[in-house]
């Protein structure tokens, strides 16, 4: 049974300008777009919202970082973990928050989308730093991040229409992951043009679930091993668990082998830490 024409219209009635991201958020992804921006100008971007760098200095002090030394201050995180590395925590910091709705169905699915996108982030940082290429570390953990972005956007336009028309919805698990199947990659691409996030991530949103894929292109190789190797934190209540050959492409576009798969496993559990 597809998805019924009638529900994807009425998805697609919905408002492009659903809160998906925090304006200091973009702000700072903006900024970050000049490699001149000054340090300063990072920090007091930040401190615009103090709910928003509490958070930020949060995640900076997990065990995701464990390596590092604790910061007590934003200046102290900037400083310590550099503009970059502190752009991705504020995205993923404002994006945690937004996971959130006062519907119980809706709340347990942006939870469980929530710790799939966090901990395809810190896989795909991972990753690019276990196959060597550290330059694109920043840019994998955004990905990561953002990669499923639409099924976001779905789930809000979803419990916007239960609350516009009650009972014309029925919430349950089977349609949802439905709707994700059908249309989160379409309605991701539509987010990203629209809040003019940089093409890099509006690519690797129309291309994470390709049949085929350029395996010159490191970065969505990244995403799209992480993203294969993450059903301990699919939405999916019976994943079916991927065979290696399903991922013998993008294993070989990045040399990877069973020992670094492993380690990355071990990464992204640090994530629910």
Not at 121 to 140: K, M, P, T, V
Not at 190 to 195: D, G, K, L, T
Not at 212 to 222: S, T, V
């Amino acid at each position: 049974m597809g998805l019924s024409l009638e529900l994807r219209y009425d998805i697609c009635l919905q408002p492009i300008d659903l809160q998906m991201f925090n304006p200091v958020a973009l702000e700072l992804l903006q900024l970050l777009a000049d490699p001149d921006t000054d340090i300063d100008v990072i920090i007091k971007t930040i401190i615009k919202d103090q709910a928003l760098a509490i958070q930020i200095l949060n995640l900076a002090n997990s065990s995701a970082y464990s390596g590092f030394a604790k910061s007590e201050t934003i200046k102290d995180a900037v400083k310590r973990l550099g503009a970059s590395e502190i752009t991705n925590l504020a995205m993923a910091a404002s994006q945690a928050a937004l996971h959130a709705s006062s519907n119980p169905m809706v709340n347990e699915a942006m939870k469980d989308l929530w710790l799939h996108s966090y901990a395809c982030a810190i896989g795909c940082r991972s990753l690019a730093f276990g196959i060597g290429q550290e330059n694109l570390a920043d840019h994998a953990y955004l990905a990561g991040l953002l990669h499923d972005i639409g099924k976001l956007y779905l789930l809000k336009s979803m419990e916007r229409i239960s609350v516009q028309n009650p009972g014309s919805l029925e919430f349950n698990r089977e349609t949802l992951l439905e709707v994700f199947s059908d249309m989160h990659v379409e309605q991701g691409c539509r987010i990203m043009s629209y809040w003019g996030i940089p093409p890099v991530y509006h690519s690797i949103v129309a291309n994470h679930h390709t049949e085929h894929f350029d395996p010159d292109n490191i970065l969505l190789a990244i995403v799209r091993l992480v993203n294969y190797n993450s059903v301990a934190y699919n939405l999916n209540p019976y994943p079916q668990f991927i065979q290696p050959e399903d991922v013998a492409a993008e294993m070989a576009a990045l040399n990877v082998g069973e020992e670094l798969l492993e380690r990355l496993e071990a990464d992204m559990n640090t994530s629910h830490d």
